[in-house]
C-alpha cells in the first residue's frame, strides 16, 4: 500500500508479552484486564463471510457496516492502543528497556519488511508437484478399489464417505473393527485405527493411509499455496514473534515451512530436485 513502518514505535503486544509471556497479549484482552473495558468485537458489528484462500477462516465485511458505527470501533481501536502504550511504557523503561529497545523494536521492524518483501515461489514448480499428487492420488485411489473382495474388486466408491467406507472395510474386507460404533452406526475409521489394521496386514487400509495423506497435501497446501502467490510470484506471510515463551518464530496465512514440506513430499513422489520451488 506503500506505507513504511517506522522505526520509532513502541508496540504494546510485544510489551505485553516481555512482562509475561503466558496470557493473551492482543488489544482487546488486555484493554479488559488492565482497565476493565470490554471492547466491541468486530464479529458483532460486521457481517462475515468464507475467506477465499484460508479454509475454516472468516473475511469481515467492514465495507456492509454504518461509518458512524465503524468510526466508534475504529476511534476504540486507537484510543485504548495509546493507553496501554503509557501503561507499559515506564514498565519497559524500568525494567526492560535494553532488551526492547535494541532487540525486540529491532527486530519487529525488520519482521515488518521482511513481510512486505515477501517470500518467492514458483508457482509453475508447485503446479507441477500438483499434479503429480494428484496422480499418486488416482494410483492410491485404484488400489483401494483394487483391494475389494469379489465381485467388487475394482469397482469404485466414495472413499471420504463413512458409510460407504465402513460397508467396505468392515463388511465386504471382514476386518474386525476396533471400539465400538458411534451413535450414527458406524465405526471410526480414523487414521491410528488404520493404522493398526494396516500393521495387521490388511493392504486396503495401508492404501486409504496414503490417499488420505495425500489429499491433504493437495488440498491444503497446493490448492492453499496456489490462491495466495501474488502476481509477482510472492507470498506474504505472518511472522508470529509472540506464539511461543522461547520466542520462536513461527509463520501463518501461510506457513512458510508448507512450503518446503511441498517440495520435500514433490520429490519423495518423483519430481526432480529444484531450489528454485523452495521460498
Given at each position: 500500500m506503500g506505507i513504511k513502518i517506522h522505526d520509532n514505535i513502541f508496540d504494546t503486544m510485544?510489551?505485553?508479552?516481555?512482562?509475561?509471556?503466558?496470557?493473551e497479549h492482543g488489544l482487546k484482552p488486555l484493554t479488559f484486564q488492565i482497565f476493565?473495558?470490554?471492547?466491541t468485537e468486530l464479529s458483532d458489528i460486521a457481517p462475515k463471510e468464507k475467506h477465499p484462500h484460508w479454509k475454516n477462516e472468516k473475511v469481515y465485511r467492514t465495507d456492509l457496516v454504518p461509518i458512524a458505527e465503524l468510526g466508534d470501533y475504529a476511534f476504540d481501536d486507537a484510543i485504548w492502543t495509546r493507553r496501554l502504550y503509557f501503561h507499559y511504557l515506564p514498565i519497559i523503561d524500568e525494567l526492560y528497556r535494553k532488551v526492547y529497545y535494541e532487540?525486540?523494536?529491532e527486530f519487529t521492524v525488520c519482521l515488518a519488511e521482511i513481510e512486505a518483501y515477501g517470500a518467492y515461489v514458483n508457482k509453475e514448480k508447485l503446479m507441477q508437484i500438483g499434479k503429480k499428487i494428484e496422480e499418486e492420488m488416482q494410483k492410491a485411489e485404484t488400489e483401494i478399489f483394487m483391494c475389494r473382495p469379489a465381485p467388487n474388486t475394482g469397482v469404485p466408491f466414495n472413499i471420504n464417505s463413512n458409510n460407504q467406507l465402513n460397508e467396505v472395510l468392515f463388511n465386504e474386507c471382514k476386518i474386525p473393527p476396533i471400539g465400538a460404533p458411534g451413535k450414527s452406526g458406524l465405526y471410526s475409521t480414523k487414521a491410528d485405527y488404520l493404522e493398526t489394521y494396516a500393521k495387521k496386514g490388511y493392504q486396503i487400509a495401508k492404501a486409504i493411509l496414503r490417499y488420505r495423506e495425500l489429499e491433504k497435501l493437495y488440498g491444503t497446501y497446493i490448492k492453499g499455496m496456489g490462491g495466495v502467490i501474488t502476481d509477482k510470484g510472492r507470498i506474504h506471510c505472518r511472522?508470529?514473534?509472540i506464539g511461543t515463551r522461547t520466542g520462536r518464530?513461527?509463520?501463518s496465512k501461510p506457513n512458510l515451512g508448507v512450503?518446503?514440506?511441498?517440495?520435500?513430499r514433490g520429490e519423495l513422489l518423483g519430481s526432480p530436485k529444484d531450489d528454485s520451488a523452495t521460498a
Open positions: 510485544i510489551a505485553s508479552w516481555l512482562e509475561n509471556t503466558e496470557g476493565g473495558y470490554k471492547m532487540l525486540e523494536r511472522f508470529n514473534r518464530l513461527s509463520s512450503i518446503l514440506e511441498v517440495v520435500k
